[in-house]
T-cell receptor, first 117, second 113 residues
Framework: GAVVSQHPSRVICKSGTSVKIECRSL??????MFWYRQFPKQSLMLMAT?????????EQGVEKDKFLINHASLTLSTLTVTSAHPEDSSFYIC?????????????FGPGTRLTVL | TQLLEQSPQFLSIQEGENLTVYCNSS?????LQWYRQEPGEGPVLLVT?????EVKKLKRLTFQFGDARKDSSLHITAAQPGDTGLYLC?????????????FGQGTTLQVKP
């Protein structure tokens, strides 16, 4: 149980285009989902917290107009990187917390590798 | 703002050797978690420790939590190539109710056969 999926696993796009990444909780309902980015050989940096049915809360320094987050249901959150540039190339990882079971136990997705040419 | 420092940042050892990774916090941990992440994948939770002085074992992995709850160590006995990966410590940011995690910068472990 407690599986989180991400789609796509890899994406390559041209500079200036927008890319949407999906995060799904497959076998549980997630009240909260988190989005992280990770550069090579570095740790995870939290970008934003996404709660179902409400606006996402962004960490300091993260542009909300560039990284659009939608959490329309208890099993799906999406991250859209708008007008992507090469410096946005990174590994994007989502995680989800369950509405039941252990409080604040996060389950991580497998990540999405974004390459902007 | 809480800072988590891990050491060493990189470690390359031969199969069969033992190793220890450390995680130190600038403030008391709410609840410390250790994760392992393999290249191209998301982190996988190894253990959660809450009580100062706590010791948990997971096969060849031993996790210790400092009495003052500001430091932790992960010891691997007889490392195997399958242990290769990025080891991350993490704590819940501020109150545990937010669910937000702060991660250390990670320790990259390479175990050579």
């Amino acid at each position: 149980g407690a599986v989180v999926s991400q789609h796509p696993s890899r994406v390559i796009c041209k500079s200036g285009t927008s890319v949407k990444i999906e995060c799904r909780s497959l076998d549980f309902q997630a009240t909260t989902m988190f989005w992280y980015r990770q550069f090579p050989k570095q740790s995870l940096m939290l970008m934003a917290t996404s709660n179902e049915g409400s606006k996402a809360t962004y960490e300091q320094g993260v542009e909300k107009d560039k990284f659009l987050i939608n959490h329309a249901s208890l099993t799906l959150s999406t991250l859209t990187v708008t007008s992507a540039h090469p410096e946005d190339s990174s590994f994007y990882i989502c995680s989800a917390t369950s509405t039941s079971g252990r409080v604040n136990e996060q389950f991580f997705g497998p990540g999405t590798r974004l390459t902007v040419l | 703002t809480q800072l988590l420092e891990q050491s060493p940042q990189f470690l390359s050892i031969q199969e069969g050797e033992n190793l220890t990774v450390y995680c130190n916090s600038s403030s008391v941990f709410s609840s410390l978690q250790w994760y392992r992440q393999e290249p191209g994948e998301g982190p996988v939770l190894l253990v959660t420790v809450v009580t100062g002085g706590e010791v948990k074992k997971l096969k060849r992995l031993t996790f210790q939590f400092g009495d003052a709850r500001k430091d932790s160590s992960l010891h691997i006995t007889a490392a195997q190539p399958g242990d290769t990966g990025l080891y991350l410590c993490a704590d819940h940011h501020g109150s545990s109710n937010t669910g937000k995690l702060i991660f250390g910068q990670g320790t990259t472990l390479q175990v050579k056969p």
